[in-house]
Structure formats: C-alpha cells, structure tokens
T-cell receptor
Framework: AQSVTQLGSHVSVSEGALVLLRCNYSSSVPPYLFWYVQYPNQGLQLLLKYTSAATLVKGINGFEAEFKKSETSFHLTKPSAHMSDAAEYFCAVSASGQNFVFGPGTRLSVLP | DAGVIQSPRHEVTEMGQEVTLRCKPISGHNSLFWYRQTMMRGLELLIYFNNNVPIDDSGMPEDRFSAKMPNASFSTLKIQPSEPRDSAVYFC??????????????FGPGTRLTVT
C-alpha cells in the first residue's frame, strides 16, 4: 500500500524567502513521485515528477524537489518565493506509475 | 491542445435528482481518471479507465455512482439519486500509458457540484 504525508497544512513565507514544502511517502516498491499545484478554482497542474532517474528534479516556475530514499522524502523547494506562488500544493505517490495516491495538500501563503 | 475538458463547470441540483458530469480527455491519451475533492476528505480517486475499460472502481462511494467511457474521447460520471453529501468538486484527468514510467496525469478544471 502507498501513502503520502505532507507536514503542515498551511505554510506562510515572506516574498523572496525560501519555500520548503515537506512530503514523506510510503511505498512497498520503488515509487514514482509527483508534485502538483492547484490555484483557486482550477484543476491540478504538474510541477515536477521523479521517475528513478536523477534524484534532484527540476520543475516549472523555479521549483525543484529531491528524492531521498533513506528518508522516504520528496520535499519541494524554491529559493525565492513570489506572490504568484500562493496556491495549494499536493504531493502524490504511485507504485505503478499510473494509480496515484495524493497527500492532503499544503496551502502556501506568500506575504508581501 | 485544448487540455482536458469538463462540463458543466458548475452544477446545482436538488437532492434526489440525477446528475451527469462529462469529460473529454486529451486527444491520444488512453487512461482516464475521475476524482472527487472535498475539504474533509481531500482528493479521492473514484475510478479509472485504461483504453476505455474500467480498471479500478474501488473508490466509487456507493451504487448511486456510475461511470462510463463509451469511446476514447468521452466519459461520464453519473450520480443517481444525488444527496447533499455528494457536494464536491469532481475532477477528470487523463494520461498516456505507453510503457516506460511515470505517467503524469493532466487535470481538467473540475465541476463544482452542489446538491441542496
């Protein structure tokens, strides 16, 4: 069985500060991992994905995530937050590459 | 590409009525997923199809829910009869399963359903 936990349902950062959103997963087989972003009243948009190639994955909008097998983590980071980054972020795990299990989400607020 | 298209975007109906949600996946994609999103339960997978065939419907909450995919470019999710607890945002997503790994899913804008 697979599962995802996201530490912190709400994270606030100042504009220009580092963004760190945490994701830990559980999977019985080597997983595929994804980060999605959801803006208000919109669907989910893929930010980046890990599929067993490079452990440091770069995505859109300056985000990146690092796969750490020993820590079963896939935390999302961005060096400098922008107001437009305010949204809900979802981590997802898949053992088969197809059927996803999503985490509960983390709402990111960016303060001026 | 137009992306995943869902209709209607908003639906308000009375308890007991039949509701049909529609989805057009991205052209060429061969997998389709229906999700439900609520504040209490987050994002839940209801059912998914590969090549128009239902693969896993274990997330369908009860017999009032049914989904069909008559062809590669159209799917419906039906609730009959609807209940207030069905109020949620329903998302459709599609992906291309072609071997390899990491089939990212592309989401539609969702249908916001309100059952009064």
């Amino acid at each position: 069985a697979q599962s995802v936990t996201q530490l912190g349902s709400h994270v606030s950062v100042s504009e220009g500060a580092l963004v760190l959103l945490r994701c830990n997963y559980s999977s019985s087989v080597p997983p595929y991992l994804f980060w999605y972003v959801q803006y208000p009243n919109q669907g989910l948009q893929l930010l980046l994905k890990y599929t067993s190639a490079a452990t440091l994955v770069k995505g859109i909008n300056g985000f990146e995530a690092e796969f750490k097998k020993s820590e079963t983590s896939f935390h999302l980071t961005k060096p400098s937050a922008h107001m437009s980054d305010a949204a809900e972020y979802f981590c997802a795990v898949s053992a088969s590459g197809q059927n996803f299990v999503f985490g509960p989400g983390t709402r990111l607020s960016v303060l001026p | 590409d137009a992306g995943v298209i869902q209709s209607p975007r908003h639906e308000v109906t009375e308890m007991g009525q039949e509701v049909t949600l529609r989805c057009k996946p991205i052209s060429g994609h061969n997998s389709l997923f229906w999700y439900r999103q609520t504040m209490m339960r987050g994002l839940e997978l209801l059912i998914y199809f590969n090549n128009n065939v239902p693969i896993d419907d274990s997330g369908m909450p009860e017999d009032r829910f049914s989904a069909k995919m008559p062809n590669a470019s159209f799917s419906t999710l039906k609730i009959q009869p609807s209940e207030p607890r069905d109020s949620a945002v329903y998302f459709c997503a599609s992906s291309l399963r072609s071997g390899g790994a990491g089939y990212e899913q592309y989401f539609g804008p969702g249908t916001r359903l309100t059952v009064t």
